[in-house]
């Protein structure tokens, strides 16, 4: 019920937004554009209805609104507008809508959706403090200085604002990094480097502000022995408390270095990556950004058949391992009902499959959501694909060196019908020998293997593996067990 009343909320922002830009917008002087815009506003609230369901604007909690969930309003906004606009002109050439309309009618609504509910958050966050600090003048808290500049201090000082009723205070950041030095972070200032924990807690003390506890956030491997044996002597001095966040056996990764995580193959070193690599993501981000608005009215037309056929929700989303091992939240429209019916009894995976979902399935329509996946950059149309922990290769590195790919290489020579060693193989052998043509020949094929069904290319495999033995660098030994030979 309370999803249902935000869908309200949201509607009722949407037509005061469309009702004040056709007023701004539109000229008061032209009767034919009060019916235009009459129609323009009715398609607005047809499209924004399914637009938001998927975009799950209704099932948000808006005292908690991230920067995520704007992001999500932003979109909506955008294809509410977008469609609205296009249909309008596609059913009635001689719309009487301004240009301009659309434009303010977008940062309207984009104005009234986000302003809600930030205005929400707002509120929520000032009776929270009222709250939870009324009463506590003069209480004990203890400050805390962390070492290190990453995803964990950025969780601590949110943590610490947030949860007023642990009483600690984030009095400053340590970072081994010289550029970071003297900027902030969520408002706390970084004050040096942690070779100079000494003068810093000095400096803080002659301001009156004497540290209870250090938080590290860095690995040993991160600091210099300077540090190290600085965070030694203070702790076994017992003047305060020194916590490790990350094990102390060196294999901790460096906070500071996003490169850190990168997974290394067989041989100790990464994957080489061609000069083409680099391109792809542009090429991706543009390609995708013109498909989302393209097919976005088939999108939503398939959205809705799956709702009707299957149920709520139309979007299926599952984890898998992306690039560089990343967890990525892979999308799909849903083709399978729930695990049991009406009786309790459990249904196999063939009768949980409908027919609409099968159709869905044989056309690769179900997989349309993933132009999403590959827009914010969690995928690429062309690469290896996706594949769940348990399906991995042995040696899984070289498949987590590049985006998982909407198709690939070893879908096309085989697709399901070969083992997963093999498609590692092709998978290798594309990496090495990825080039936009490819790329081209990639999809070619894969609008083949839609129409006509997939066949096991054996000729390629075999050459994926021979590529691999000649290889000295290869990541892959070639007695790896699936090896497929001819």
């Given at each position: 019920?309370?999803c249902?009343?935000?869908l309200v ?9 469309t ?17 235009a815009?009459?129609?323009?506003g ?12 998927i975009f799950g604007l209704n099932r948000t ?18 294809w509410?507008?977008?469609l ?8 009635d050439?001689?719309?009487h ?11 309207l ?5 986000l ?5 929400t ?26 070492i290190g ?6 969780v601590?000082?949110y ?5 007023a009723e642990e009483?600690?205070e ?5 970072s081994p990094s010289?550029r ?33 506890r250090i ?6 491997a991160?600091l210099?022995q300077k540090?190290?044996a600085?965070l030694?002597q ?37 994957p ?6 680099p391109w ?6 543009a ?18 058949v ?21 967890p990525?939240?892979v999308?799909?429209?849903?083709t399978?009902?729930?695990p049991?019916?009406?009786t ?19 056309l690769?329509?179900d ?10 950059g ?15 290769p ?9 985006r998982?790919?909407?198709t690939?290489?070893?879908q ?15 998978d290798?052998?594309y ?15 894969t609008?083949?293997?839609i ?18 033995r000649?290889?000295q660098?290869?990541v ?11």
């Open positions: 019920m309370h249902f009343v935000l909320v949201d509607l009722v922002l949407v037509s005061a937004s009702l004040v830009a056709v007023i701004v917008a539109m000229p008061s002087s032209a009767t034919a554009a009060i019916g815009a009459s129609t323009y009715a398609i607005t609230l047809a499209t924004a209805v399914p637009v938001m369901l909690l808006w005292r908690f609104t991230s920067l995520g969930d704007g992001l999500c309003v932003v979109g909506a906004t955008t509410i507008v977008a609205a606009t296009v249909l309008v002109f596609a059913f050439r001689t719309a809508v301004t240009i301009n309309l659309p434009v303010v009618q977008g940062l609504m984009l104005n009234a959706l302003g809600a509910r930030l205005a958050r707002l509120r929520h966050d000032r009776r929270r403090r009222a709250r939870d600090f009324s009463g506590s003048a003069g209480d004990f808290r203890e400050n805390v200085l962390v500049l990453g995803p964990q201090t950025d601590l000082i943590g610490a604002a947030k949860n009483k600690t984030i009095v400053g950041i340590l010289n970071h030095h003297g900027r902030r972070l969520r408002s706390r200032k970084i004050l040096g480097a942690p070779d100079a924990i000494y003068e810093v807690l000095h400096d803080l003390a002659v301001h009156g502000v004497f540290v209870d938080v590290v956030a860095l690995s040993p991160a210099s540090a190290q600085a030694v203070l702790q076994d001095g017992g003047s305060l408390r020194v916590d490790w966040l990350l094990p102390r056996d060196g294999r901790g990764a460096n906070s500071d270095d996003p490169d850190a995580a990168m997974p290394a193959t067989a041989d100790g070193q990464e080489s990556l061609n000069a083409y690599l792809k993501r542009l090429i991706d981000a390609v995708a950004l013109v498909c989302m608005v393209v097919l976005g009215p088939l999108m939503i037309f398939v959205a809705t799956v709702l009707f056929d299957i149920g709520a929700p139309a979007i299926f989303w599952q984890q898998r391992p992306g690039a560089r091992g990343r990525i939240k999308l799909k429209f849903r399978m009902r729930p049991r019916d009406c309790g009894r459990a249904l196999t995976d063939s009768e949980r499959v409908s027919a609409v979902g099968g159709l869905l399935r044989r690769r329509l997989e349309l959501p993933q132009i999403y996946n590959v827009l914010v969690d995928m690429s149309f062309v690469g290896p694909r996706p594949l769940l922990p348990v399906d991995q042995s040696v899984p590195a070289v498949r987590l060196s590049l998982p790919g909407l690939g290489w070893a096309i020579k085989g697709g399901r019908e070969i083992s997963s060693e093999d498609k590692a193989a092709l290798l052998w990496i090495r020998n990825a080039s936009f043509a490819l790329d081209m020949k990639i999809l070619a094929h609008v083949r293997i129409l006509f069904g997939e066949r096991v290319d054996r000729n390629a495999i075999h050459e994926a593996w021979q590529a691999i000649n290889d660098s290869s892959l030994p070639a007695n790896m067990p699936g090896h497929t030979s001819i």
